[in-house]
Nanobody, 113 residues
Framework: QVQLVESGGGLVQPGGSLRLSCAAS????????MAWYRQAPGKQRELVGG???????NVADSVKGRFTISRDSAKNTVLLQMNSLKPEDTAVYYC???????WGQGTQVTVSS
């Protein structure tokens, strides 16, 4: 059973930065694709972006140029660097591994002055 544990959320002012981390355990090989989703209050969960085991990334248009995804494939850890944060980025952020249909518990990101 793959377990995902996120960390790094919190409260930040508009224009600030945060870095989220997701560590996967319970697997002995490099996960082909890991992704970040987010869900704001009253809205559907949406894809933020993802990364393959060889570093190819995709990010949503709404965060392009501000958010960067990277990973340590040997450790099955994925990072989400969030810069120039906006109030509309406020959400619970989830790590997801589609191969195992696994989700992390989520970490709250709040952007507010």
């Amino acid at each position: 059973q793959v377990q995902l544990v996120e960390s790094g959320g919190g409260l930040v002012q508009p224009g600030g930065s945060l870095r989220l981390s997701c560590a996967a355990s319970g697997i002995s090989f490099s996960i082909p694709y890991m992704a970040w989703y987010r869900q704001a209050p009253g809205k559907q969960r949406e894809l933020v972006g993802g990364i393959t085991s060889i570093g190819n990334t995709n990010v949503a248009d709404s965060v392009k140029g501000r958010f960067t995804i990277s990973r340590d494939s040997a450790k099955n850890t994925v990072l989400l660097q969030m810069n120039s944060l906006k109030p509309e980025d406020t959400a619970v952020y989830y790590c997801h591994v589609p191969l195992f249909r696994s989700w992390g518990q989520g970490t709250q990101v709040t952007v507010s002055s």
